[in-house]
């Protein structure tokens, strides 16, 4: 069984910046895709962020030069640093872990934390 835990969502202002974690228990950690992606209230889930277990990353156009991902696999933690923050950056935000090398589709990602809220004032 595989857990995800997602931690370090919080209020800030535009502009302002927050690191979210997810720690990661029973999987092979170094061997998967992470990935973050976030939901707005009435809104799809969509992607935010992956790094495959080569180091390779990719992001959605809104975030980029904005956020970074990035793993620490003694840890078998994921981290996601944002910067820049936006009131349209306001969301639930979900670890998630996928098989495959490259992917933003949410049905190719499998297991998914309970989400943190993260919130953004004008």
């Known amino acids: 069984q595989v857990q995800l835990e997602e931690s370090g969502g919080g209020l800030v202002q535009a502009g302002g910046s927050l690191r979210l974690s997810c720690a990661a228990s029973?999987?092979?950690?170094?061997?998967?895709?992470m990935g973050w992606f976030r939901q707005a209230p009435g809104q799809e889930r969509e992607f935010v962020a992956a790094?495959?277990?080569?180091?390779?990353?990719w992001y959605a156009e809104s975030v980029k030069g904005r956020f970074t991902i990035s793993r620490d696999n003694a840890k078998s933690t994921v981290y996601l640093q944002m910067k820049s923050l936006k009131p349209e950056d306001t969301a639930v935000y979900y670890c998630?872990?996928?098989?495959?090398?490259?992917?933003?589709?949410?049905?190719?990602?499998?297991?998914w934390g309970q989400g943190t809220q993260v919130t953004v004032s004008s």
């Open positions: 998630t872990t996928s098989f495959y090398y490259r992917s933003s589709l949410r049905s190719q990602y499998d297991y």
């Open positions: 029973g999987r092979t950690f170094r061997s998967y895709t």
């Open positions: 790094m495959n277990w080569s180091g390779g990353t």
